[in-house]
């Protein structure tokens, strides 16, 4: 594992009104591997994806992602120096095809101009080409190579997450963030998407997922970190993790102390 | 195999003005044609990066305006589609940079608000824009001393500008542009994750659709020779928008059909007096019901059918 991690926030805080949904959060995710983020509903796992994939901005905090300070950034800005996630709820882009909508994001290091679309050069066709070539390699990988000119919105449910992590997988990330990657997938389209993400840590790409199915998590992930009512509860290896008083607690109840 | 309809469209086109004799039919395909122009320009805002745009028909005038003051003031009209492009360019990015923050109603609100002020600034300033009785014998199309005589060859000039502005919009459609427009559209939370500033993107199809308008408005000047404010007004930004829905939100073939269906409708229906309104409304609302997605799906559809069947 090398010394400087690939994610390094430090006191991130997010209020909504009166609500502290991140206080004073720290997180290190060390390069290539699999961190899980778990904790009750409400906990803050979903607030802090956000806040580092600049989806929706922390009040206060450095968050450094490969040892650029990114606090603040537009989420394009973001992508492009590597971080990039998926969505909870499914955003694909319904009116594209499907190799389109991950062509969207496999444009993302490719510069070109008005004056090259327009008149259909040779740079552009060049890029086109090597675009095209990008994007059908995200396919490749989660397996949906051979739907790639269907409408994206025809793809029954399991396959737009599916599609969602190709897509992000096409702007070629350093950190790939999954908000609930198995959320609607029965046992079988888990276990697909389970061989997926340790496929994707064995091209070196470092995960960091939020999910809520516990047992599932377990089983992937390296690290795993443990929120509760917006702070860091526990971090570590999932079997200390899962042995700490902290966790048992905030997953099992003694609630009244909070309220 | 897929080029049969398009070069079968194509020699259509061209075929017209040699069964339509009537001078007042080709002189109405010219506008309805122009229309189209200006419907493709509306279709990279409001089609493909989902803005509402109500503006449309101020840049439109925008074009028209300079090209008819630039000329008569003695300037060659080699020169007025550059100065409309700078125009309008100017204009969008005035309206654009501090709006396309905004969304539905607010940008709804802010685009009428700039086609109303257009339109007073062109009714108020008399002495340069003629105010409501409009500008008379704008010089027409020349280039070096050449250009196109009578309603006919007008019709040539602008189908070829039309073919050429088609062209720029499906090479701009299967773009890195193209799919940032759409995907802004369909998600703005997912395509910036994906590494697409949005708001740039927004920006710059809201200026394509103005040089769209300019260049089409610039021509509108300089073929039909007569320009007043009616033609650019609120009420013309709706026709526009009807256009494209009617026609087919984000389908090229789509704007195309819309504003020529729409541009010649209410001709076709003035045998029924006052009724043709009715009959109007009527057919639009008929087709957004049965059509959601415009004449365009009606095509699409049926292939679709067609695919299933064989």
Redesign the interface.
Request: proline residues 0%.
């Given at each position: 594992m090398t010394s400087e991690p690939i994610i390094a926030a430090r006191g991130v805080t997010r209020r909504f009104g009166g609500l502290v949904a991140l206080d004073n959060v720290d997180l290190d995710v060390p390069c290539g591997i699999v961190q899980a983020i778990i904790g009750p509903n409400g906990s803050g796992k979903t607030t802090l994806l956000n806040a580092l994939?600049?989806?929706s901005h922390a009040d206060a905090g450095s968050i450094r992602i490969g040892g650029n300070e990114i606090f603040r950034l537009?989420?394009?800005r973001i992508?492009?120096l590597g971080l990039?996630?998926t969505?909870q709820t499914i955003?694909?882009?319904?009116?594209?095809s499907v190799i389109?909508?991950v062509?969207?994001?496999a444009?993302?290091?490719?510069p070109?101009s008005?004056f090259n679309?327009?008149t259909?050069n040779a740079r552009?066709q060049q890029?086109?080409a090597e675009?095209d070539s990008n994007a059908r390699e995200a396919l490749q990988i989660v397996g949906l190579a051979d739907r790639a000119n269907d409408n994206a919105k025809q793809l029954p449910y399991a396959q737009q997450r599916l599609l969602?992590i190709a897509?992000?997988l096409?702007?070629k990330p350093k950190v790939l963030l999954l908000d609930e990657p198995a959320a609607g997938m029965n046992m079988t389209e888990s276990m697909t998407l389970l061989a997926t993400i340790a496929r994707l840590k064995n091209s070196g790409i470092t995960i960091l997922l939020v999910e809520h199915n516990v047992r599932l998590v377990m089983g992937i992930s390296d690290r795993v970190t443990v929120l509760d009512f917006g702070k860091k509860i526990a971090e570590g290896a999932p079997s200390e993790v899962q042995r700490n008083p902290l966790v048992i607690e905030a997953y099992l109840g003694r609630r009244h102390r909070h309220a | 195999m897929k080029s049969w309809p398009i070069l079968a469209l194509i020699a259509a086109a061209l075929a017209v003005p040699g069964v339509a004799r009537d001078g007042y039919i080709i002189q109405l395909l010219n506008i309805a044609i122009l229309n189209a122009i200006v419907v493709l320009g509306l279709n990279f805002v409001t089609g493909w990066a989902g803005q509402i745009n109500f503006g449309q028909a101020a840049f439109y005038g925008l074009g028209a305006y300079t090209t008819a003051i630039a000329t008569k003031a003695g300037l060659p009209w080699i020169a007025s589609p550059f100065l409309s492009v700078v125009v309008v360019v100017v204009a969008s990015l005035m309206l654009g940079l501090p709006t396309m923050r905004l969304r539905t109603y607010y940008l709804a609100m802010t685009t009428i608000g700039f086609g109303e002020i257009v339109r007073l600034m062109i009714v108020h300033w008399e002495p340069v824009t003629g105010g409501t009785s409009g500008l008379r014998a704008i010089p027409g199309v020349s280039v070096f001393g050449f250009g196109p005589q009578g309603q006919v060859q007008h019709y040539y000039l602008l189908i070829a500008t039309l073919g050429f502005a088609i062209l720029?919009a499906s090479?701009?459609r299967?773009?890195?542009?193209g799919?940032?427009m759409?995907?802004t559209?369909?998600?703005e939370?997912?395509?910036?994750?994906?590494?697409?500033?949005?708001i740039r993107t927004k920006l710059?199809a809201f200026m394509?659709g103005a040089v769209y308008a300019g260049l089409a408005g610039c021509l509108y000047a300089s073929s039909i020779r007569f320009i007043s404010p009616d033609s650019f007004s609120g009420t013309q930004a709706v026709l526009l928008m009807t256009m494209l829905i009617v026609g087919g939100m984000?389908s090229i073939a789509g704007c195309v059909v819309g504003a020529v269906a729409l541009t010649i409708l209410p001709e076709a229906l003035r045998f029924l007096g006052q009724w043709y309104l009715v009959l109007y409304g009527l057919g639009v609302i008929a087709v957004i019901v049965v059509a959601p997605g415009g004449l365009a799906s009606l095509v699409s559809l049926s292939q679709l059918r067609r695919a299933n069947a064989g």
């Open positions: 994939s600049g989806a537009k989420a394009h992508a492009r990039t996630r969505f955003r694909i882009f319904e009116n594209l389109e909508n062509k969207v994001a444009a993302c290091h490719t070109t008005l679309i327009v259909s552009q890029s086109e675009i969602e897509r992000a096409a702007s | 720029i090479r701009i299967h773009s890195v542009l799919r940032a759409i995907a559209r369909d998600s939370i997912a395509a910036e994750q994906s590494g697409v500033d949005t710059l394509i984000g």
